[in-house]
């Protein structure tokens, strides 16, 4: 069973936005990728994002939705988690600029796992990404579809207050 | 407890000062420049409002964020065929598209 991950209440504005993406490209990011982003640099895929964002006028507010997709442990081989990854992240792609990335098992996740960073502005209108109950629920039938495994999602919190 | 969560909510997605849309106008045009309008608006998926608003606060530049998307995946595609044989090409291909990012402000 696929368990997917979804953060999307964060604190910390832009900066968040900026250390998600650094995560998402650092020295265990395999397989990385991008739909209206650099893939090979995360500073200019983050002035990418920032660019639709000041575009729109909507620097502020929500920065990301960050999701984790973690397969189980028939997913042995990292190719075919990447391509999982890939297929995952077209989701959004056609709405909002993504970087992923593919991990192998750590100490965190103890499965291969492919981490999505969405911008939360969508490059075609400006709307910000809406990540309720349903959308999600369609997101997870979709990753079902495609890697052949049963999904479940939870939505995870990363708020901490500062005030 | 629910109070401290709601105030923290508030707080984390509220717009900044800056980006409020807190100035009113109206605007004048004839019936068929308004059905012109809202019939762009829908193809752009906006409101009549937002596409106003982004249309001319932007209205001199000829990219916007969906032609550049556009144009980053192309580059992309070409870059994962050729990054095997020549690296190189990839930083100069995303070079130029980053430059071109940089003329949408």
């Not at chain 1, 075609?124 to 990404?129: D, E, K, S, T, Y």
């Not at chain 2, 629910?2 to 900044?16: G, P």
């Amino acid at each position: 069973m696929a368990k997917i991950d979804v953060i999307r209440n964060t604190y910390g504005g832009m900066e968040y936005l900026h250390n998600a993406l650094a995560y998402a490209s650092d020295a265990r990011a395999l397989y990385r990728g991008g739909y209206g982003v650099n893939p090979y640099n995360y500073e200019e895929a983050y002035n990418q994002m920032l660019l639709t964002r000041q575009y729109f006028n909507k620097v502020s507010g929500n920065p990301l939705v960050h999701i984790v997709i973690a397969y189980n442990n028939q997913v042995k081989d990292l190719e075919v988690a990447a391509q999982y990854g890939q297929e995952c992240a077209s989701y959004f792609g056609n709405l909002f600029q993504v970087l992923y990335c593919t991990h192998l098992k750590d100490t965190n996740c103890g499965c291969m796992h492919t981490h999505i960073i969405i911008n939360a502005v969508s490059y075609l209108n400006g709307q910000m990404i809406v990540t309720g109950y349903n959308e999600m629920n369609a997101f997870c039938q979709y990753v079902s579809q495609v890697t052949g495994q049963k999904c479940w999602f939870y939505f995870e919190n990363k708020a901490v207050y500062n005030g | 407890m629910s109070d401290y969560k709601y105030k923290n909510k508030k707080r984390a997605h509220t717009r900044d000062k800056s980006e409020r849309k807190d100035k009113v106008t109206s605007v004048r045009c004839s019936e068929n420049e308004f059905a012109k309008i809202q019939k762009n608006a829908k193809a752009a998926g906006m409101t009549v409002n937002n596409y106003l608003v982004t249309t001319g606060a932007n209205g001199s530049n000829a990219l916007t964020p969906e032609l550049m998307v556009e144009i980053q995946n192309q580059i992309n595609y070409a870059c994962s065929v050729v990054e095997l044989n020549a690296p190189d090409e990839v930083v100069t291909m995303q070079e130029g598209a980053n430059n071109l990012w940089r003329k949408l402000m």
